[in-house]
């Protein structure tokens, strides 16, 4: 069965880090591209940053440029988000998601999803 299994958020304080991890199973992680969204309470979700199969292209909304790192390792089929310089309003479900093919940051070009975790930033 596929499988995308975040783990890693928590409570943090504003400007401190965090590393979320996205394990996967079930599929060919290694061809996928992959994409990290996030949703904030009572708002839509929204994309944080895909990475290309490889890992050697990555693209990020410019509200995270600078802050968030997404990478990938292929050989763990895991994928991760380094979280740094955290505020407020990056409290949100985070969601790994994964593409066959290109992968923009429209949710409907990803195929599989995980269950999210939670990320809350106090001030």
């Known amino acids: 069965q596929v499988q995308l299994v975040e783990s890693g958020g928590g409570l943090v304080q504003a400007g401190g880090s965090l590393r979320l991890s996205c394990a996967a199973s079930?599929?060919?992680?290694?061809?996928?591209?992959m994409a990290w969204f996030r949703q904030p309470p009572g708002k839509e979700r929204d994309f944080v940053a895909r990475?290309?199969?490889?890992?050697?292209?990555?693209y990020y909304a410019t509200s995270v440029e600078g802050r968030l790192t997404i990478s990938r390792d292929n050989a763990k089929k895991t994928m991760y988000l380094e979280m740094n310089s955290l505020q407020p309003e990056d409290t949100a479900v985070y969601y790994c998601?994964?593409?066959?093919?290109?992968?923009?940051?429209?949710?409907?070009?990803?195929?599989?999803w995980g269950q999210g975790t939670q990320v809350t930033v106090s001030s």
């Open positions: 990475i290309r199969w490889d890992g050697s292209s990555t």
């Open positions: 079930g599929f060919t992680f290694s061809t996928y591209a």
């Open positions: 998601a994964a593409a066959a093919r290109g992968g923009t940051w429209l949710s409907a070009q990803y195929t599989y």
